[in-house]
């Protein structure tokens, strides 16, 4: 190969000229060279590192480019960019072959050599980044496992089958291969518990996806391992360590999510406090406008409560606040909302459910309370709710306040007209 290669030695001063009109020509290359003098030092260097390896021999060559691969990443240079260059010279220098009539042999020369110079830069790139990654892995795992969070052990999991992955390619050994069947991800994935931090079954699907991804790429990992493919390994490891870290990624946001929704609940009784509560209101009216569907809103206050705080004090008050609370949790839907609205009131924001509809909810509640007794710090206690209805049909203009205050005065009239009663 390099005999016949040797005929175009005369003509790389003019390749590689074309080769630097191509660089300053494109704007999408200028960002990784200072100036025009830079351009034409890295050119100079590229049309030597080609005349040098024409000359030398196979192993020689191959490490030459190897460590350009690892140059290139040091100094941020994308294996892409490096590549598109290649091509862009690998297609130059057969247009001279063509020009020169060189014959076939010459030509499927150039081509094997510049696939060799492709392969061995990317061996190099991959090199480099199995090192890095498995540097970052490693500060990465350590401080999930020294996180309490809960999924920390999840999350942790998933860096280390990439670490068993990252150290297999490096001593290119298949037998170190994690196993590609079932991971402790897909595990927790297809498990209930995994229904807590999804809100829904898209997410869940998304992930199921990312996971089949990840194990499609690294089952066919070492055919081209074995076969020393590195541009293609550099490839699919690229694509399963983005898979895995997006799906990483995903479950952390849905984490913090899922926290942020914990911190907005009333500590004692676990429904939302008002922070979210003008937004949620705002969003069910939005929607209802939307479908044309009806929205409700119910006000409820449990009657008599100072007397109980006053009678059997604040711990004996806090507990029945907390069954109150579990008893309007057993009637709501998943599309509704339950908040603790003031020390001893809730609001309830009832989507897609008409003045009726909300009726028969508050009066569900009303009558759980009333016909149960409530165990509280040793003391057998009856308690009562007043409730107030308010509906808004999507085709009206409402206001969000007023809707409110509306449920306000029907509680009020509740309470006015005896307690214990639902009144719309």
């Known amino acids: 190969?390099?005999?016949?290669?040797?005929?175009?030695?005369?003509?790389?001063?003019?390749?590689?000229?074309?080769?630097?009109?191509?660089?300053?020509?494109?704007?999408?290359?200028?960002?990784?060279?200072?100036?025009?003098?830079?351009?034409?030092?890295?050119?100079?260097?590229?049309?030597?590192?080609?005349?040098?390896?024409?000359?030398?021999?196979?192993?020689?060559?191959?490490?030459?480019?190897?460590?350009?691969?690892?140059?290139?990443?040091?100094?941020?240079?994308?294996?892409?960019?490096?590549?598109?260059?290649?091509?862009?010279?690998?297609?130059?220098?057969?247009?001279?072959?063509?020009?020169?009539?060189?014959?076939?042999?010459?030509?499927?020369?150039?081509?094997?050599?510049?696939?060799?110079?492709?392969?061995?830069?990317?061996?190099?790139?991959?090199?480099?980044?199995?090192?890095?990654?498995?540097?970052?892995?490693?500060?990465?795992?350590?401080?999930?496992?020294?996180?309490?969070?809960?999924?920390?052990?999840?999350?942790?999991?998933?860096?280390?089958?990439?670490?068993?992955v990252v150290h297999a390619i490096e001593l290119e050994r298949e037998d170190l291969l994690p196993d590609l069947k079932r991971s402790v991800f897909h595990n927790w994935l297809v498990s209930p518990e995994a229904e807590h931090y999804l809100p829904g079954p898209e997410e869940r699907r998304h992930l199921l996806d990312l996971n089949r991804r990840v194990f499609n790429h690294a089952s066919n990992l070492f055919y081209f391992v074995n076969?020393?493919?590195?541009?293609?390994?550099?490839?699919?490891?690229?694509?399963?360590?983005?898979?895995?870290?997006?799906?990483?990624?995903?479950?952390?946001?849905?984490?913090?999510?899922?926290?942020?929704?914990?911190?907005?609940?009333?500590?004692?009784?676990?429904?939302y406090d008002r922070t979210t509560l003008e937004d949620t209101l705002s969003q069910g009216l939005h929607l209802a406008r939307l479908s044309n569907r009806p929205f409700s809103v119910v006000m409820g206050d449990i009657d008599d409560f100072k007397k109980i705080n006053d009678a059997h004090g604040h711990v004996v008050g806090d507990c029945v606040l907390r069954h109150v609370a579990d008893v309007i949790r057993r009637y709501i839907r998943s599309t509704d909302y339950a908040f603790r609205y003031g020390g001893e009131e809730f609001l309830l924001v009832l989507n897609d459910t008409s003045l009726e509809g909300g009726v028969i909810l508050a009066e569900n509640v009303r009558r759980t309370i009333a016909e149960n007794v409530f165990q509280c710090d040793g003391v057998d206690l009856n308690v009562t709710i007043s409730l107030g209805v308010a509906e808004v049909q999507g085709d009206e203009a409402a206001d969000l306040d007023e809707l409110v205050n509306q449920a306000d005065r029907k509680l009020y009239e509740a309470k006015r007209t005896g307690k214990n009663r639902v009144v719309s």
């Open 1 to 164: 190969m390099q005999e016949s290669l040797a005929v175009l030695d005369n003509r790389l001063n003019d390749i590689f000229e074309a080769f630097y009109r191509r660089l300053i020509s494109d704007s999408h290359f200028a960002v990784f060279f200072r100036d025009d003098a830079h351009v034409r030092s890295l050119v100079a260097r590229q049309r030597e590192n080609v005349r040098q390896a024409i000359q030398e021999d196979l192993p020689t060559m191959r490490a030459r480019y190897v460590e350009l691969g690892r140059f290139h990443h040091r100094i941020f240079v994308p294996f892409e960019d490096f590549a598109v260059g290649v091509d862009f010279l690998a297609r130059e220098f057969l247009r001279t072959v063509a020009e020169e009539r060189l014959g076939a042999d010459v030509a499927n020369d150039v081509h094997v050599f510049f696939e060799l110079i492709k392969d061995n830069t990317a061996k190099g790139y991959l090199e480099c980044m199995l090192k890095d990654d498995s540097r970052d892995l490693e500060l990465f795992s350590q401080s999930l496992r020294e996180s309490r969070e809960i999924t920390s052990g999840l999350l942790a999991a998933q860096l280390s089958w990439l670490q068993q």
């Open 227 to 271: 076969h020393q493919h590195h541009v293609e390994v550099l490839m699919i490891y690229d694509k399963i360590s983005k898979y895995i870290l997006t799906a990483n990624n995903i479950v952390t946001v849905l984490i913090a999510r899922l926290k942020m929704k914990e911190l907005m609940r009333d500590p004692l009784t676990h429904l």
